[in-house]
């Protein structure tokens, strides 16, 4: 099959998420057909290298033997049967794995991000309904923060572009400032910023929480607003002012967990125990949709009983599929087998000495970095930066899309010493590529198109 021909069958019969579709006439969709490592490769036969994990979830490369073995192993024993009166090995093992990994347990099960924001949402407000307290339902989370696109999770989704066309059906929950450390003044820190942030949010809960469930958050980053990172000052700031005034903490790590800020779980870095933890995107590996909601011993028990109102009843038709939770299982082991976290520290010194060129490049401001995500924010004049630096970096073998005008690497966990040095150098000149494009705008802008 040939790229041109399924490209264009695609266009006349998928619906592609996150662009406009009537973009593609001038943004060509990539054609895969297969992948390995951290490199896909299209159907003439071009490779490019994976450098944001194929949206945030591709963490060991494509195709690991470890993960294909398992699955194909699963396959031969059980491949799906519900979870509702049924049980099976795969998802008690992932249970008890995620359990003592999270400090939370009472693993329940969906399939994409969205639905764990869901649950989460749902057993927080339930659990407070449980208690005798119905009007804590209302939910508050960060400006700027992102938990998914469905109409549920889309009320603690502050991104005008995604909700906008939808806030008729969405009951939009209450947002407090974020604590991004590029707000900080000059003298200021990060940890600065997050105090400030974490007063805002006292005085907001201070005349809400009444009515308020659970606070919602990413914690260290909130990646789709822009890989926007914070102090973990404010997770503890967080955390002592929910107990305080008995609301719930959401901690969605649906990007930031499996070890993509340095530690396994982010919220980890700021010694606190969520409510809830949200998990999804890296859990398989980047295999298999599958999410995952753990809670705390005392939420569980506000639900335990035989009373189908008070149960939590939550369920999605392939809830805790084996085949999805056999290949989060290989994934666990794979941190363990690798020595992942320890493994990433030296990974990522030298995709930062890669990245040093581009991080000093004049016309980048806030150069930042955690775990294994970086980040640039580009200063530019040229119209439709995020697509045409998409381009640029395609013509050169990499898959990079930057979020507005800010450019971001979040690779897979697995590159060798030449992939490290080919992502920085052709990251740089992908942006000079397109520093070159607006000069000809500015001394031509009519053929600006
Ligand atoms: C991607 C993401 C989601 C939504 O996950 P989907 O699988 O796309 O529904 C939720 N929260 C965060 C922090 C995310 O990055």
């Known amino acids: 099959m040939h790229t041109a021909s399924l490209a264009a069958r695609s266009l006349k019969s998928v619906w592609h998420p996150c662009t406009p579709m009537k973009r593609h006439e001038t943004e060509p969709l990539l054609a895969v057909q297969r992948a390995q490592g951290p490199w896909l490769y299209d159907t003439d036969g071009k490779r490019y290298l994976d450098a ?27 491949d ?40 989460a949402l749902k057993m927080s407000a339930h659990y407070w309904r449980n208690l005798g307290r119905p009007e804590k339902n209302g939910f508050v989370g960060l400006a700027g923060g992102y938990h998914g696109e469905t109409v549920g999770a889309l009320s603690v989704t502050d991104v005008p572009v995604f909700r906008s066309a939808y806030a008729p059906l969405v009951r939009l929950s209450a947002t407090v400032p974020s604590p991004d450390a590029r707000l900080a003044r000059p003298g200021d820190s990060a940890a600065d910023v997050a105090r400030r942030a974490a007063a805002a949010l006292q005085a907001w809960l201070e005349q809400h929480h009444a009515r308020t469930a659970a606070l919602v958050v990413e914690p ?5 607003a822009g890989m926007v990172m914070y102090d973990p000052a404010y997770l503890r700031r967080a955390r002592a002012l929910c107990d305080h005034y008995q609301v719930h903490l959401v901690v969605d790590e649906i990007a930031t967990g499996f070890g993509r800020t340095g530690s396994m779980f982010a919220h980890q870095q700021a010694g606190i125990r969520p409510d809830f933890i949200c998990l999804s995107k890296g859990l398989t590996g980047g295999t298999l949709p599958l999410s995952a909601v753990l809670t705390t011993d005392a939420v ?7 009373d189908a109102a008070q149960a939590f009843l939550h369920s999605h038709s392939y809830t805790g599929n084996p085949l999805a939770c056999r290949a989060a299982l290989a994934t666990l082991e794979l941190f363990e087998q690798l020595d992942t ?7 990522a010194q030298r995709l930062s000495t890669a990245f040093a060129p581009l991080a000093q490049h ?17 200063e530019t004049s040229l119209p439709g930066f995020a697509q045409r630096y998409h381009a640029a970096a395609k013509a050169r073998g990499l898959l990079l899309r930057p979020i507005g005008s800010t450019l971001y690497c979040m690779p897979p966990y697995v590159l060798d010493t030449d992939e490290v040095q080919l ?21 031509n802008p009519r053929n600006d198109k």
């Open 341 to 347: 976290l320890q493994a990433n520290r030296l990974l």
């Open 423 to 443: 992502l920085g150098s052709q990251a740089l000149a992908a942006l000079e590529d397109c520093l070159r494009q607006e000069a000809q705008a500015q001394s």
């Open 220 to 224: 260290l980053i909130q990646c789709a």
């Open 52 to 78: 944001i994990s194929s949206w945030w979830v591709n963490l060991f490369g494509h195709s690991h033997p470890h993960i294909r073995a398992a699955l194909a192993d699963q396959l031969e024993q059980l």
């Open 80 to 119: 799906h049967v519900m979870l509702a009166g049924c049980t099976h090995a795969p998802v008690v093992e992932l249970s008890e794995r995620l359990a003592a990994l999270t400090g939370l347990g009472h693993a329940s099960y969906g399939s994409d991000g969205a639905s764990a924001t869901e649950m």
């Open 300 to 306: 569980y028990q506000a639900f335990y009983g035989t």
């Open 362 to 378: 004049p016309r980048v401001r806030h150069a930042r970095h955690l775990g294994m995500v970086w980040a640039w924010d580009i």
